[in-house]
C-alpha cells in the first residue's frame, strides 16, 4: 500500500490531502488552510511563498496529527497546482519578489511594444503568431501570460531581474524549497508558451526565447510529471513534519490533474471544472489552436495526450462576491470570513444548501436578470483585461434572489459559450463531467445541464479531484498503476443530472443576449477601466 501526501495549491488557499492507494484510491483526510491573493491597482495579483510555505507546513501536521499514518510511512509527496504563475528565484532558490499570479495584468504595455505591430491578427504581429503556432500550436495572445510578468519585470523592477537565477511556476518553487532541485513539468513548461511540443522536439525553444527577448538560461530542466524531482530535505521535513529522503514528484497543473482526477481521461472526454476560476477542457490527440477564441491544445500528463482548454478568469470568483455583497449583510445568513471557492467542504456545502435553497424558488432565468461574471477581466472567448461584472435587465420588482440565481447563470452561459467555441475545432462529449466547488450545488448542476442541454456527472471527493490525479502520479511513478488512464476505475460517480427541455427554451433566449452584452459594452469597458 502506498501513502501519499498531495498538496492542492489553489488561487487564495491550500489544501494537503492523505491518500492510500492499494487497489483503490482512499482519502484517509484533508486539511486546509487560506492566503492572500494580493489584486493591485495597477492589474497586479501577486502572492507571498512564505504564505504558502507556512500553509503547507501548518496542513501538514495537522494531517498527520489527526491520522493514524506515520511520518515515516509516507512514500511520496505530489502537488496539483495553480498555473501560470511566475516564481522568480536566485542560485539558492529564494524568490526574488513576490509570486505574480495567473490572474495578473501588468504586462499588457510590454506585450504591445513586442506582439502588437505590423500586420496583426488578432491583436499579435503575423510573422511571430505563424512562427508561435508552428512549434507550439499556440500562441501568447493575453496580457496575462507569464512572457509579459517576466517582461514587465525585466522593464519595471531592474534590480530584481537582475539576480533572476530561474523562471518557475508554482508548484515549480515549492518543489524547489522541498529538494533544492530546479525543474518544471511538461506541462507547466508548455504555459510558459516557450515550449516545443513537437514530436521529437520537446523542449523549451532557444528561437522563441529570442524572438521574446528571454534569458534561456532562466529556464529549468524539464521532467516528466510522474518523474521523481527530488528527495524532500532535513530542514523542511522538519518545518513540515515529516522525514528526510521521502520522494518529491514533478507532479501537475489544476489544468493537467482536474481532468485526470475527474476520471475523464478518455479520448474525447470533456470535464468542466467550477473553482476560484473556471475551465472546459477535452481529451485530444492532435493539438488544435483557436486564435480568435484563445483556445489551444495543452500538453497533458500523459505523453501523446493534450487539453483542448478554453478558461474564464473568475468563476468561483463571484460566488465569494456573491457571499461578501449580496449573502452575508442582505439575506441574513452568516459564515465565517474566508474565501468560498476554496473553504473547506462543511463550510462551501452550508454556503450552497443554502443558495440551493434560495435561487431554486426562483423562476429559470432569474426573471430575465442577467449577470456577466467578468469580475478581473477575460481571457476566452475574448480577451480584455478591462471586461466586468454586469446585473442586465433589473426592474422595479428585482430581489436579491433573483440576482443570486443570475450570478450562477452567467457563469454557466460563459461556460456554455466556451464549450460552443471549443466545437468549432474538435468534438466534445455528450456526457460531461462537473468537477470543483461549484459541482456540490444541485441545484448550480441543474442548472448547467439546462443550459447546457447535456447531462452532467458529478463525483464523490469533488474538491479533491486534482489531490486525486496528483497522488496516481505517485501510483504510476511506483508502479501500482501502468497509466493514468487507469484512473477511471478509481473514481465513483456522485449523480447524473438531465436537462429540463423547457428549462433550456428559455435559457437559450438570455443566452444571446448574454454574449451581446459583451459586443455592446466592449467599448464602454475600455473607456472606464483602461
Known amino acids: 500500500m502506498l501513502n501519499v501526501i498531495s498538496y492542492d495549491i489553489g488561487t487564495t488557499g491550500l489544501k494537503a490531502c492523505l491518500f492510500q492507494i492499494d487497489e483503490r484510491i482512499r482519502l484517509v483526510g484533508g486539511e486546509y488552510e487560506t492566503y492572500e491573493l494580493y489584486v493591485l491597482e495597477n492589474g497586479g495579483a501577486e502572492q507571498d511563498v512564505e504564505e504558502w510555505w507556512s500553509a503547507m507546513c501548518n496542513c501538514t501536521r495537522r494531517l498527520l ?5 506515520k511520518a515515516e510511512d509516507i512514500d511520496g509527496i505530489s502537488f ?19 509570486a505574480m499570479s495567473y490572474m495578473d495584468q501588468r504586462g499588457e504595455a510590454e506585450m504591445k511594444e513586442v506582439q502588437k505591430h505590423g500586420i496583426t491578427v488578432s491583436g499579435v504581429n503575423a510573422l511571430k503568431l505563424n512562427k508561435s503556432i508552428h512549434l507550439t500550436s499556440a500562441a501568447s495572445t493575453s496580457a496575462k501570460d507569464p512572457i509579459w510578468k517576466y517582461k514587465w519585470v525585466e522593464k519595471n523592477e531592474p534590480v530584481s531581474f537582475a539576480r533572476i537565477y530561474k523562471w518557475l511556476d508554482v508548484k515549480e518553487y515549492l518543489i524547489c524549497r522541498m ?16 515550449y516545443d511540443s513537437r514530436v521529437g522536439h520537446e523542449g523549451f525553444s532557444k528561437s522563441l526565447c529570442k524572438m521574446y527577448g528571454i534569458q534561456y ?6 521532467i516528466k510529471c510522474h518523474e521523481v524531482a527530488g528527495r524532500l530535505r532535513r530542514k523542511q521535513a522538519e518545518e513540515l513534519g515529516l522525514v528526510e529522503g521521502i520522494k518529491v514528484y514533478g507532479s501537475g497543473g489544476d489544468a493537467t490533474l482536474i481532468g485526470v482526477g475527474a476520471g475523464a481521461t478518455a479520448l474525447g472526454d470533456t470535464h468542466i471544472y467550477c473553482g476560484t476560476s473556471g475551465w472546459v477542457s477535452t481529451v485530444i490527440d492532435k493539438q488544435e489552436v483557436d486564435i480568435i477564441s484563445m483556445i489551444a491544445g495543452i500538453v497533458g500528463a500523459t505523453k501523446g495526450r493534450f487539453n483542448y482548454f478554453a478558461e474564464m478568469e473568475t468563476a468561483g470568483k463571484c460566488f465569494e462576491w456573491v457571499k461578501d455583497h449580496l449573502a452575508l449583510d442582505e439575506i441574513d445568513i452568516y459564515l465565517s470570513k474566508m474565501n468560498v471557492e476554496d473553504s473547506p467542504e462543511s463550510e462551501y456545502i452550508s454556503l450552497y444548501d443554502y443558495l440551493s435553497d434560495v435561487i431554486d424558488k426562483v423562476n429559470p432565468g432569474s426573471d430575465g436578470v442577467i449577470f456577466t461574471p467578468w469580475l478581473h477581466g477575460n481571457r476566452c472567448p475574448f480577451e480584455d483585461p478591462h471586461a466586468q461584472g454586469i446585473f442586465f435587465n433589473i426592474g422595479i420588482n428585482t430581489g436579491k434572489s433573483q440576482m443570486l440565481r443570475a450570478v450562477i447563470e452567467g457563469i454557466c452561459f460563459h461556460l456554455r459559450w466556451m464549450l460552443e467555441c471549443s466545437e468549432k475545432k474538435i468534438k466534445t462529449s455528450d456526457e460531461i463531467r462537473f468537477v470543483g466547488g461549484g459541482a456540490l450545488s444541485p441545484v448550480s448542476c441543474q442548472i448547467l445541464s439546462d443550459i447546457l442541454g447535456r447531462k452532467i456527472i458529478t463525483i464523490e471527493n469533488t ?14 511513478g511506483e508502479g501500482y498503476a501502468s497509466d493514468l488512464n487507469e484512473i477511471r476505475e478509481f473514481v465513483t460517480v456522485k449523480k447524473v ?5 423547457k428549462n433550456k427554451k428559455i435559457y437559450d433566449k438570455h443566452f444571446v443576449v448574454f454574449k451581446q452584452l ?10 472606464l477601466n483602461a
Open 80 to 98: 496539483c497546482s495553480q498555473m501560470q504563475g511566475l516564481v522568480l528565484v536566485d542560485e539558492e532558490g529564494n524568490a526574488i519578489r513576490r
Open 463 to 476: 474538491k479533491d479531484v486534482g489531490a486525486i490525479g496528483a497522488a496516481m502520479l505517485v501510483a504510476v
Open 65 to 69: 496529527d489527526k491520522t493514524d499514518v
Open 518 to 527: 459583451y459586443k455592446s459594452n466592449a467599448k464602454n469597458f475600455k473607456l
Open 179 to 194: 529538494t533544492g532541485e530546479f525543474i518544471m513539468t511538461p506541462d507547466s513548461a508548455y504555459a510558459t508558451l516557450l
Open 217 to 222: 538560461e532562466h529556464l529549468p530542466r524539464i
Open 497 to 501: 443530472y438531465e436537462p429540463n427541455l
